[in-house]
């Protein structure tokens, strides 16, 4: 009797591993035909982000070569306006201060004359300064 029940018990015990066995298999079939469409799909994928940085680093050298370009106009420009700077700068600076001496001397805007104290007016107590005149080019009142 005991040699029955461990026959059977071993007939069960093979049947269970013979199930799982089959299933590993399955398991296994199915992860080979994932791994192998991965990589019918990566390899595409790989080719295209390899041309994409090439491109991409294209872009980057003519970026590059643009900047400088800039720079250069750039310090081209610099020198270009220190040049006129110095060149005109000068002489305008003193064409103006001669255009504003004659124009005072021309005036006869006496400096010597005090300007008059602004009115106000007074209403019930309070003081309301005069309205605001307009201002000459010195800042003085007119």
């Known amino acids: 009797m005991a040699g029955i029940l461990v026959a059977v018990f071993w007939a069960i015990l093979v049947s269970f591993l013979a199930v799982a066995l089959a299933r590993l298999a399955q398991t296994l079939k199915a992860t080979t035909k994932l791994v192998a469409d991965v990589t019918e799909q990566a390899v595409p994928l790989l080719a295209d982000a390899s041309a ?7 872009q980057i050298d003519r970026v590059d070569a643009i ?20 060149t005109f700068g000068g002489p305008l600076v003193k064409v103006a201060a001669f255009g504003y001496g004659v124009r005072r001397a021309l005036g006869g805007r006496k400096e ?18 005069a309205a605001r005149r307009k201002r000459n080019r010195r800042g003085e009142r007119d």
Do not use: F, H, M, W
């Not at 010597?112 to 300064?129: H, L, Q």
């Open 67 to 86: 900047a400088s370009d800039v720079q250069e106009v750039a310090s081209n420009a610099s020198a270009l306006s220190s040049t006129v700077a110095s």
């Open 112 to 129: 010597d004359v005090p300007a008059k104290a602004p009115r106000r007016t007074v209403i019930v107590g309070r003081t309301i300064p």
């Open 52 to 58: 994409t940085v090439r491109s991409a680093q294209t």
